[in-house]
DNA sequence: CAAGGTGGAAACCGATCGGTTTCCTCGGCC
DNA sequence: GGCCGAGGAAACCGATCGGTTTCCACCTTG
């Protein structure tokens, strides 16, 4: 086994808790990384730990699928995320965006996982800020804040009607983008 | 007791299921409606039965608390919504959509409580393309679908950061009907 | 007053929950 | 070769899970 016990229990963790919910019980989670429970309670303190840590480690991957690469106008790389969030609805185990996913299933809003999730969130936020400060928006944060609206909205669109998005997210930005004069 | 224990259970699981989540223990439910477990499993034949009985129950009481009263122009009906939504934002218990997060936190989609969540979700989009058409809207019910868009993000925007929407959800949707051109 | 139905209290079922502990095997390092 | 830490297997803990069953107290109706 070349991958490390830590790593295995995190990738099962981010697996199983987006396809099945935090509710997953530890046995099943260690049995699926092939770790014990004596050493995942040896390298995560409890359950609630390990929630936070696998979405914490998970969240660069769900960046870099949404991300534009380098170069494109604003508008470009502001659409690139919602073109590329369309492509995920249509696959057949998505169920959502996994920090809002992870927030609505723990109530708690003091839960690790939970300001793991905001600050995530907040990145996109930033990333959506930046273009349009970019393209000269008179109000960019704003923008940012409606477009991540839309984007979340969007998620919860598909898994409530357990259908691809077949665009609509990339419509609903574009007219917001229209709105705001990003050319 | 006036109330039948079917109500009492409805009601009790309606709100247990929304502030914990559906993972709920049928014995604190049944605790909590003041209702044995035996006349529970007379009533329902499974808590998944009962999960959806409940949604569909509460489901119109949140409809009113949205959608506006008699009168009014198509713009302003449709921003009552987002304005209703806006307060309940700001109630220390809001946890989103009721709808929106039972779907999430049930992974199945073929559960019968999803089937519910779709249908009162279609009946706000029905009501914003029913206004948008009103306002002679060129595709009303393209319109509607962005509508509900915003107000699911809003909704889980505000589940997210834990803290009220402070007009964002209005100033988005508010967007979209100027782009529309609904006066 | 007697009969019958409604429904609560509670025991019970096997399984699983989060979490702890014991035991033992393995591989690397002196 | 002997030692020591890492880590897997599995028993164990009390509590709770969804679901079933038994028993009995109450109310209504005749």
Redesign the interface.
Known sequence: MTTTPRDRLLDAAGELFY???V?VGVDALCKAAGVSKRSMYVLFDSKDELIAASLDRRAPGYDAALLPPGGGTPRERILHVFRAQDGLTGQPGY???P???T???L?D?GHPA?AV??RH?QALTDFFAAEARAAGVADPD?LA??L??????????A????EPLAG??V??AT??L???GVG
Chains 1, 2 share one sequence.
């Not at 991540?148 to 669109?157: E, H, K, L, N, Y």
């Not at 898994?159 to 357990?162: H, K, Q, S």
Request: with cysteine; aromatic share 2%; charged share 25%.
């Open positions: 396809r099945e919910g509710g169920r959502g965006c920090l809002v996913a927030a609505t299933e109530k809003a939970n999730a905001r969130k704003t804040a409606q991540t609206i839309v984007f979340d909205g969007s998620g919860a669109r898994v409530v009607r357990a609509l997210g419509t609903t007219a917001l229209d709105a705001a």
